[in-house]
């Protein structure tokens, strides 16, 4: 029997930069001019289940959106604005039964609302980049949260970064 070459390409995504790649692109579609979001939710076969990005709820037009951060609360963006994994958790279609034991990619860590939204799905593990907000009372609230309830996170790191050009003609 001859010997098997393996000539595959070496430079492919892992698993991980896949889903959370899909999740960085569904992040463009925020409108959010300062922070944009995306989350992606894959059940333990590796599909994707559903995806969400930050944005206004349905029905509310983006344009007479108030994005502001800062000033009167009722004409900032903080009560209106429908958080990446909020909207992936509640874009899923199928049977909530697929969502046990999903793990959840979002390229910002979960603030206690979603956290509250991550556990009651059944979601198990929440794969992030980026903690900037790691110090707020939120993200504290949150990591109590998942810790409390057995839910993973773990920071996404790269053996190799990557940059991905994605061009669409």
Not at 6 to 23: G, P, Q, T, V
Not at 32 to 43: E, L, R
Request: with cysteine.
């Amino acid at each position: 029997m001859s010997e098997i070459k393996n000539k595959n390409r070496k430079d492919y995504l892992k698993w991980d930069e896949y889903f959370m790649a899909i999740a960085k692109l569904s992040a463009l579609r925020s409108k959010d001019p300062n922070t944009q979001v995306g989350a992606c939710i894959v059940g333990d076969d590796n599909r994707i289940l559903s995806i969400g990005y930050n944005g206004t709820p349905n029905g509310f037009d983006d344009v007479y959106f108030p994005w502001e951060r800062e000033g009167n609360p009722l004409e900032t963006k903080y009560l209106y604005v429908v958080h990446a994994e909020r909207n992936a958790i509640l874009n899923y279609k199928g049977s909530r039964r697929d969502l046990e034991n999903a793990k959840i990619y979002v390229d910002l860590f979960p603030c206690n609302e979603c956290a509250k939204e991550i556990i009651q799905s059944g979601i198990k593990e929440v794969i992030y980049l980026c903690d900037k907000y790691a110090d707020t009372e939120s993200v504290i609230a949150s990591k109590r949260l998942f810790d409390e309830c057995g839910i993973i996170y773990r920071k996404l790191e790269f053996e190799h970064p990557k940059t991905l050009t994605l061009e669409l003609k």
